[in-house]
């Protein structure tokens, strides 16, 4: 695994951040060492992923990158058939993502797809995974893409949701950067490398709360949702979609 050191020297300016060659080129040391619990939320969505397929169906991860999740579901899949549509609009990322496919038997059921996940068409899903990635759309747009997934998921059908978030309250959002930023030193990132990849995603990754995402959710229809791995500053929550007559919640 290559390591990253893309923001180690003094970059004047630092450029807004982009998914190009040389981000690619590093991207699993970069995604392991600046997102708590990376390789657990990926290992435990493609058990979902598997728990909740249903057969004849599809499988989405929207946002995929070089395809860790892919990797890891056509492991948990094993021999049982699947489909997925993965989509991003890194080429370099897409590239890296089918170079990795070629060694594994169920490659064919994974059509990879460059482009704009708002252009995804989202239908008989059974699994929709959006990992780290709706924090990168325009805020303005986000509700129209978690509309369209609840729309293209059939009841019973799950959506799996990881973001980097901020907290309403200022000391405990101060609390959450605080630890996140020694997360990332203890992880071998100096103090520049942390400040000008932060220059970087200024206005490019832009969370919100969690209560933000439950409310955008709710409003697209979801009614069962539950946060399932929280640490400071990051977050994965799965919604489920209603089967018609069953029942929501405990009194
Ligand atoms: C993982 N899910 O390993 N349309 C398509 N792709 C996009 C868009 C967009 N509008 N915006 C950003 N991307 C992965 C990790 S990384 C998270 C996701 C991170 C893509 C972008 O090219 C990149 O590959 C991915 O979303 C975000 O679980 O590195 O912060």
Redesign the pocket.
């Known amino acids: 695994m290559k390591q990253d050191d893309i923001f180690s020297k003094p970059l004047k300016p630092v450029e807004p951040f982009e998914?190009n060659e040389t981000v690619v080129n590093v991207f699993d040391d970069m995604?392991s060492r600046s997102v708590p619990g990376y390789r657990e939320i990926?290992h435990r969505q493609a058990q979902l992923a598997e728990t909740f397929y249903q057969p004849n169906t599809r499988i989405y991860d929207l946002?995929?990158?070089n395809g860790?999740?892919g990797i890891r579901l056509c492991e948990e899949m094993g021999k049982k058939p699947f489909e997925m549509i993965a989509?991003?609009?890194?080429m370099p990322?897409i590239d890296a993502y089918r170079k990795r496919l070629q060694n594994f038997s169920n490659h064919h059921r994974i059509t990879l797809t460059c482009c704009?996940?708002?252009n995804v068409n989202i239908e008989n899903a059974s699994v929709v995974v959006i990992?780290?990635?709706l924090q990168?759309?325009p805020i303005a747009e986000r509700d129209d893409l978690v509309r369209r997934i609840y729309k293209g998921l059939i009841p019973g059908g799950i959506l799996l949701l990881s973001e980097k978030i901020m907290h309403m309250d200022n000391a405990l959002d101060q609390l959450q950067q605080e630890f996140y930023y020694r997360f990332k030193k203890e992880n071998g990132y100096s103090e520049l490398e942390i400040s000008q990849k932060r220059d970087a995603l200024e206005n490019v990754?832009i969370p919100e709360t969690i209560e933000i995402h439950r409310q955008r959710m709710t409003r697209a229809g979801f009614t069962r949702m539950d946060i399932w791995h929280k640490w400071f500053n990051f977050t994965s929550m799965i919604a489920v979609k209603k089967v018609k007559g069953q029942g929501e919640s405990r009194q």
């Open positions: 998914f995604i990926i946002g995929c990158s860790n999740f989509a991003d609009n890194s990322m704009d996940i708002q990992n780290f990635t990168y759309l990754l």
